[in-house]
């Protein structure tokens, strides 16, 4: 249930290796997530720091509870933008799993593809294996950043 889960203030460290997304370094940050229209529509606003500098995502997300599928656009300051859409999947002990597949965009001159499973550990955090695809590439290991639930941050 994305109204029980995501909204709120949540914190991430992320590890990249050098790539078509930018050099390599430790990428940190904050994604709040809130509300448009409760139990369809959400809106994340990531502010992070790299190696590159300061960025900015944005995303619009749309979630079909009754079908287990999420779809989001993503816009990032850096100059892209792309739309994944995702299938939920969980177990019998709780443990659920978001694959997200992206569509492709142009960046720096490269056509790039992002591949995101996001896996709801607990509560109060998440796992996020992301792959990324250069020109039609094989899909290569782009990090496994956590990010951290602020329990004492309000919720909107």
């Known amino acids: 249930n994305f109204d029980d889960y995501f909204p709120g203030k949540w914190t991430f460290d992320w590890d990249t290796p050098e790539g078509a997304l930018g050099p390599s370094g430790h990428i940190q940050g904050t994604t709040i997530y809130k509300a448009i229209d409760a ?23 749309a979630y079909q509870k009754e079908n287990k599928t999420l779809a989001r656009h993503v816009t990032d300051s850096r100059g892209f933008s792309f739309l994944q859409a995702g299938t939920i999947g969980g177990d019998l002990g709780g443990l659920y799993t978001i694959y997200f597949d992206g569509s492709p965009f142009v960046y720096n001159g490269k056509t790039v593809r992002i591949k995101h499973a996001m896996r709801m550990l607990s509560p109060l955090n998440y796992k996020v294996a992301t792959t990324v695809s250069v020109n039609g590439g094989p899909f290569t290991n782009y990090g496994n950043p956590w990010w951290k639930k602020d329990p004492s941050a309000v919720r909107d």
């Open 39 to 61: 139990g369809k529509f959400y809106e994340a606003v990531t502010q992070a720091t790299g190696p590159g500098g300061a960025f900015t995502l944005r995303e619009t997300i």
